[in-house]
């Protein structure tokens, strides 16, 4: 099967798109994911459209999908919580807008924490805020699973379903799957087929749209949500290999957002240990050198 991998890269104002291009290239990479501005916060660069122009021209060179590519909306955003609502819709919406200005189609959305509303009512507020923020752009959405840490949301598919059985434009909503996320939520990535099976049952597996490929540093069920370097975590290279290469996956992008190493970006290794499919047990010391 043709293998869709890549990883978190960076986007900043002066070289925006043409650099997480770039960046991608160099860990040997044929997709990616990025943030258009901070996570943590709402400062964000005009979108410079003779770059972004640039970048798809690269990325047609390259054999880059476009399509394929996906950008991750940032943490302030939490829809669970009706408190900040009109914060979200709006934030949500430029981002919304940001995402079709630069042709990327896949935005990655944490479901948020209810904090202390309950799951009924923050899934009530998920969908509030998905609809009052979808349009007809050419943008899907993509609920990520969580580990369900605290109140967070979306640690299993019945909750995922909840949501998209309330979102009006079904057309413009996915899933991202996230494998740190599934294990420290308690799915046994072991059996990953009886996953899929159970996804395709109750959500449908034409909704899942990307998936992030990341080790755990928990075992099962933690819900502790702390990603590991592929191979050297409690989920294990080979249950990861599985995943990727699954062939009920074909044409998924599948995304690592492992940790850096001593502020070294592990990607490259990573991408070359995947796409031999042998652990490298030097990895710390290759990302080192």
Do not use: W
């Not at 399509?67 to 829809?79: D, G, R, S, T």
């Amino acid at each position: 099967m043709s293998l869709l991998i890549g990883s978190h890269v960076s986007f900043n104002k002066d070289t925006q798109l043409i650099g997480s291009v770039e960046e991608s290239l160099k860990y040997g990479a044929n997709t990616f994911m990025f943030y258009t501005g901070a996570p943590q916060n709402t400062y964000r660069c005009n979108i410079n459209d003779d770059i972004t122009n640039k970048a798809k021209k690269i990325m047609q060179e390259n054999n880059i999908d476009i399509n394929k590519v996906i950008v991750h909306a940032p943490y302030i955003i939490n829809p669970a919580n009706s408190k900040n609502r009109d914060f979200n819709i709006n934030f949500l919406k430029e981002e919304i807008n940001r995402v079709e200005k630069l042709g990327v189609k896949l935005l990655v959305l944490h479901p948020g924490s209810h904090v202390g509303l309950g799951e009924d009512a923050g899934i009530s507020n998920i969908i509030d805020c998905l609809n009052s923020s979808l349009t007809d752009k050419n943008v899907t959405i993509c609920i990520e699973t969580m580990a369900g840490k605290g109140t967070e949301l979306g640690s299993n598919f019945d909750q995922i379903k909840k949501i998209i059985n309330g979102v009006n434009l079904k057309d413009k909503i996915g899933v991202c799957m996230d494998t740190c996320h599934l294990n420290d939520s308690g799915y046994d990535l072991s059996n990953f087929d009886k996953i899929l099976d159970e996804f395709d049952s109750k959500i449908g597996l034409n909704y899942l749209k990307a998936i992030h490929i990341n080790d755990s540093k928990n075992i099962i069920l933690s819900h502790k949500d702390r990603h590991e370097n592929i191979g050297y975590g409690t989920i294990g290279f080979d249950n990861l290999i599985n995943i990727i290469y699954n062939k009920r996956l074909e044409g998924i992008p599948k995304i690592l957002e492992t940790p850096y190493i001593e502020a070294k970006a592990p990607y490259k290794y990573e991408i070359d240990m995947i796409k031999n499919k042998k652990l490298n047990k030097n990895l710390i010391q290759d990302v080192l050198n």
